[in-house]
């Protein structure tokens, strides 16, 4: 299927959403839960698999579902076509904070593999798929990297990665280690690999985990400083775990606060609150 080019907007500072013009005719994908707004004369269908192409049928269609399946997607996306005799818009926010990256396949060679949940939209034409790391090291202790998005085509594509994102270029043979997580994406002629830290201390108290990626050039790599993982990780960790309420400040200002301290006291030795 020939590729829709389609023109964008990206809005928005820390939270973003890409704004996505469409022609007549023209149509985007996106991600099941993206949608921001929409106007009125374009046509939401959501379909079975990641109907960016012809998918042979109803088992193409399964098959192309369970990849998406495979990757933790949702089994379906939504198409959003322009059947209006003039321009339309539709947006897709971002899912929490980081930013949102413009991807032109055409550019960076017809495919472009990324994080599982990198993927955002992508104008119609765009075919998503998995990347398996073929490796068996990689199999083992890849976590996050292990399976992967792998979009291809010739049009646009938007991903969207947490907290800041660099963008580095590898030569041939540079080697980058990098926190698994933090690989938001590759084009395809950076070897992926997962190396072990190299120290039991390191890999017990050092925070990194036991493993990195290592990514070797020649190619194009995307890095994020903020993975959802390590920011749901912290919100966890901060979150009460007895399903109480958490008392903020310190002990002295609870004191200081007369009744209130009072309250806290009694919490503390088991007072009224039993």
């Not at 990514?215 to 749901?232: C, H, K, N, Y």
């Amino acid at each position: 299927m020939a590729m829709d080019v389609v023109d964008y907007e990206i809005k928005g500072a820390e939270m973003q959403f890409v704004e996505v013009e469409l022609d007549p005719g023209e149509a985007a994908i996106g991600e099941a839960g993206s949608m921001m707004f929409m106007d009125a004369a374009i046509n939401m269908d959501t379909v079975f698999g990641d109907g960016a192409a012809n998918q042979g049928g109803f088992f193409g269609k399964l098959l192309g579902a369970g990849k998406r399946l495979i990757t933790g997607e949702s089994l379906f996306t939504t198409i959003y076509t322009n059947n209006g005799s003039s321009k339309q818009r539709v947006a897709f926010a971002a899912p929490y904070p980081g930013k949102i990256l413009p991807m032109d396949l055409r550019q960076l060679g017809g495919t472009l593999i990324c994080q599982k949940d990198a993927f955002l939209c992508a104008a119609r034409g765009v075919s998503l798929g998995i990347a398996i790391q073929q490796k068996l090291g990689t199999g083992f202790f890849g976590g996050e990297g292990f399976i992967m998005q792998k979009l291809e085509g010739d049009g646009m594509a938007f991903v969207h990665a947490g907290g800041t994102v660099v963008r580095r270029t590898l030569a041939p043979g540079q080697t980058l280690l990098v926190d698994t997580g933090c690989v938001v994406a590759y084009t395809p002629s950076v070897d992926f690999e997962i190396q072990y830290v190299g120290k039991i201390k390191t890999a017990l108290f050092g925070g990194e985990g036991l493993f990195l990626a290592k990514l070797t050039g020649p190619g194009e790599i995307w890095l994020q400083s903020l993975p959802f993982s390590r920011l749901a990780s912290r919100i966890f960790a901060a979150a009460p775990q007895n399903g109480g309420r958490k008392e903020e400040g310190s002990l002295l200002g609870g004191f200081a606060g007369g009744a209130a301290g009072v309250g806290i006291l009694g919490g503390l030795l088991g007072g009224d609150d039993e």
